[in-house]
């Protein structure tokens, strides 16, 4: 490890540590404006020059482009550095506008910095500034050309770390334009970032534009619950409003960067449709009323039915507290335990994919990008988890191999492997990449010549001969890997999927000492709900027919939607008609809120704090932002706030929802802990012993883990691979998927989300269109069991023949299938004119 001196202070640093990082290790922030950590060194703006009076190196340098030598003294300080780096900053302010009152960067801009720390203040050049024309870049981002110091890391960025090229830079020299070839919407759903990175107001955050200045907002760390990835943001509030959502870093998670619905997706907390008033029987009521109320009603319904008629539904987009709470409160209640998976099938797919994660194969997102052979199955990236497809590009980059088992026209922003097979032969493909990548070099030749007869679906694909290369290539590759890592999604794979992932992934860890293991969950907290409801395979759907048959005459919904996922719309809505109450906590508008008999309002992580655990076992914590209320702009239209004084705060009603179900508990006569109602996380701790980790929360802001040593793995299921297919050639699987705009349920509020979620597109192979003798843009009337949905065709050659499939977007309303797994026939198809 090289030893170095920086400005009289030693050093020992790794090798191929540059010295400027070497430097900030000693608390020296060398100024900087092309260098990112995350972007590595590409010596573009000067700024980071430093003198080195002894080693290998003489004379002023660039400090991010030279690692750390032996040897090596070197000075900041000295005049010459300092002469250099303050005519850079001269040459950098000859075209810049002095626009700092009007650039919401003012304030949090790196220039700014720079040149006040570099001493410059007098401008010599008299000549015209270098001016630029503006582009319109869609809904997220605003640009400002003219700001820009031709730095380069927005361009390296957007094309390099992200893999999108329509934006970029265009002419040369003193010209040089970063941008679009045209206006229009950026492609890249990570743009947001571009934000972050700027270091000045070239690009900024277009929806809070004007907003506000840094100093001016309430900041506090966060979360993003938009998926189950758990990325760690910044959330800034001003006037009782959510402004602004930037990344945080975390070096085990999502980095520096997050995607552009968890940046964006925030305005549910804002929304002037946001039911802050309690109400019953829709009417306004005080909360103290409605509790009271609920609780009167509650207790009638038990003393004439029993227990037993009182369900309750849960969300995975929940806090652990909440989750906790509901949980307890059933358990003194003696109700049935709360449901928070509308189908068995993905509940028992969750519980699964949790019992096979342990702390020697469970990796994190940070740590995908280290591998080097990365298999997916039945995961869309950037539909389901968007953070994961930029971690999958970063082990691309160095030259890792990538392969997805999955039915889908999988978008992703690079080149891999697809393995385009129907849902029903993921297990059997996966099978046999799993034998001929454990298989010896000896036996793979016999086994190749037993493939097509041993496996009838692959003899019978039309795509086989192309399948099976598919596979003794990445087999071959698969052995040779050191770091491999298997990545599994929950939402369409067959049952046995998550075990056989994960036993493999064991299998793995033997043979070569290392391989990780990452499932992808849906929403924010469903390895919360997944070790909480882990006592039964009971779900939803099950409530919902005792519903119908008169078993169940109350329920609580808490902070769930089950419209947003439920297949049946209509059944649901005449189900929950024959309730006697329908008691919904919640913070969104949903048709549960429109439905409810009581309803309580609750407030959103951002005005309470909150735990999560993301998907692979990691708690972490959300500090509250703000105290809550009507954002102030919803109260004067943006002019002065009122000149009166009050006692309250206007619709500062809502209270965390476990507060609330402390509240029911109250008014059921039943007394919760001292200790749980002043830290509910207490009473969670003993719910379940790998949450013991919540009685020490000072370690939750960057996260603790809640995962075994040694996983006790529910076991692969003898019939792992029935190999159902449709039930007859004419038959075609009908997939309801995730996207990443317009698909998940809080983001769908967001009016910038709403303008980029796209016109709903039925997806299926060009095979399967010709022989319905479709093409693309051909608007067709899909008829299901329930009533009929109207999309556009899309055709691609890059997904599995006999499949189609659907997003579950908010302008669909798709919900009329009547079940969670749904075929149809060609017949049932329509062009329309």
């Not at 919640?586 to 998907?615: C, K, R, W």
Request: charged residues 25%; negative net charge.
């Amino acid at each position: 490890m090289p030893n170095l001196i920086i400005d009289d202070l030693p050093i020992e640093v790794p090798a191929g540590t540059k010295v400027i990082e070497a430097a900030e290790q000693l608390g020296i922030i060398i100024p900087r404006f092309c260098y990112h950590k995350a972007l590595g060194s590409v010596g573009a703006c000067r700024m980071c020059a430093v003198k080195f009076l002894q080693g290998p190196f003489k004379g002023v340098q660039m400090s991010c482009l030279i690692d750390a030598q032996d040897g090596m003294v070197v000075s900041t300080t000295d005049e010459e550095a300092v002469a250099f780096r303050k005519f850079i900053i001269e040459l950098l302010m000859l075209n810049h506008p002095h626009d700092c009152p009007v650039c919401d960067e003012g304030g949090q801009c790196l220039l700014q910095d720079m040149t006040v720390a570099g001493g410059h203040s007098l401008r010599r050049y008299l000549g015209r500034k270098r001016t630029y024309r503006d582009q319109n870049l869609g809904v997220f981002i605003a640009h400002e050309m003219n700001r820009c110091i031709h730095c380069y890391r927005c361009s390296r960025f957007y094309q390099e770390f992200a893999g999108y090229r329509d934006l970029g830079p265009t002419q040369i020299a003193n010209r040089v334009y970063f941008g679009r070839f045209e206006d229009g919407q950026l492609e890249s759903p990570f743009s947001g970032n571009l934000v972050d990175l700027c270091p000045t107001g070239v690009y900024t955050d277009k929806p809070a534009r004007f907003q506000g200045r840094r100093w001016d907002f309430e900041r506090l760390p966060s979360l993003c619950i938009h998926c189950s990835l758990g990325c760690n943001t910044i959330a800034n509030a001003r006037y009782r409003a959510v402004v602004r959502v930037e990344a945080r870093f975390n070096d085990a998670v999502n980095g520096f960067f997050i995607c552009d619905r968890g940046r964006f997706g925030f305005p549910y907390t804002n929304q002037p449709e946001r039911p802050r008033q309690a109400r019953i029987d829709g009417n306004e009521s005080s909360l103290e009323d409605a509790v009271a109320g609920a609780g009167r009603k509650l207790a009638d319904i038990a003393h004439r039915a029993g227990p037993n008629a009182i369900a309750c539904l849960g969300s995975r987009r929940s806090s652990l507290e909440t989750q906790g709470l509901l949980n307890h409160l059933c358990q003194l209640m003696q109700w049935a335990e709360p449901d928070y998976f509308l189908d068995p099938l993905l509940k028992k797919k969750v519980k699964s994919a949790i019992s096979q994660l342990d702390s020697r194969v469970a990796v994190s997102l940070r740590q995908v990008e280290t591998a080097d052979f990365i298999l997916a199955v039945g995961v869309d990236p950037l539909g389901e988890a968007p953070m994961l497809a930029l971690a999958m590009r970063q082990a691309q980059r160095k030259e890792a191999t990538v392969a997805v088992i999955d039915p889908r026209p999988v978008p992703l922003p690079f080149s891999f492997e697809h393995l385009a097979v129907p849902t029903w032969e993921m297990n059997g493909c996966l099978k046999l990449l799993m034998e001929e990548a454990m298989r010896k070099e000896d036996e793979k030749s016999a086994a190749r010549d037993r493939m097509a007869a041993e496996e009838g679906w692959l003899r019978n694909n039309p795509a086989s001969a192309e399948i099976r290369r598919q596979i003794a290539q990445l087999a071959a590759l698969f052995q040779a890997s050191r770091n491999p890592v298997l990545i599994c999604g929950t939402d369409i794979v067959p049952e046995a999927t998550p075990a056989v992932v994960g036993a493999w992934a064991r299998s793995l860890l033997e043979e070569k000492g290392k391989c990780g293991l990452f499932y992808v969950l849906p929403d924010a907290n469903a390895f919360g709900a997944g070790l909480l409801g882990a006592a039964n395979d009971h779900a939803f759907l099950e409530t919902v027919g005792a519903i119908e048959r008169g078993e169940v005459r109350a329920l609580i919904a808490v902070e769930s939607d089950p419209f947003e996922r439920f297949p049946d719309r209509s059944r649901l809505e005449q189900a929950l008609a024959k309730l006697e109450l329908l008691l919904v906590l919640d913070y969104v508008p949903s048709p549960m809120v429109q439905q409810a008999h009581i309803f309580l309002p609750t407030s959103t992580l951002f005005e309470t704090g909150s735990t999560f655990i993301n998907q692979e076992g990691r708690i972490q914590i959300a500090q509250p932002v703000y105290h809550g209320g009507t954002p102030l702009s919803q109260m004067n239209g943006g002019g002065h706030p009122p000149r009166v004084y009050a006692g309250g705060l206007p619709g500062g009603e809502p209270k965390p929802a476990w507060q609330l179900l402390i509240d029911l508990a109250g008014a059921l006569s039943l007394a919760i802990e001292t200790g749980a109602v002043e830290n509910p996380l207490s009473l969670v701790a003993s719910a379940h012993p790998l949450l013991a980790g919540l009685k020490n929360t000072s370690s939750l802001l960057d996260g603790v883990r809640c995962l075994p040593d040694v996983a006790d793995a529910e076991p692969v299921p003898a019939d792992m691979d029935p190999a159902v297919g449709p039930g007859t050639e004419n038959e075609l699987q009908l997939l309801f998927v995730d996207s990443i705009f317009g698909a998940e349920e809080l983001s769908q509020y967001a009016d910038v989300i709403r303008q980029v979620e796209g016109e709903p597109c039925l997806y299926m192979h060009t095979q399967d269109a010709e022989r319905l003798g479709l093409v693309e843009g051909d608007r067709v009337l899909l008829t299901l069991d329930a009533g009929a949905i109207e999309a556009r065709v899309c055709p691609s050659q890059s997904m599995a023949p006999g499949t189609l499939v659907l997003p579950r977007r908010r302008k669909l309303e798709w919900q009329k299938a009547k079940s969670f797994s749904t075929r149809v026939t060609p017949d049932r198809i329509e062009k329309l004119k």
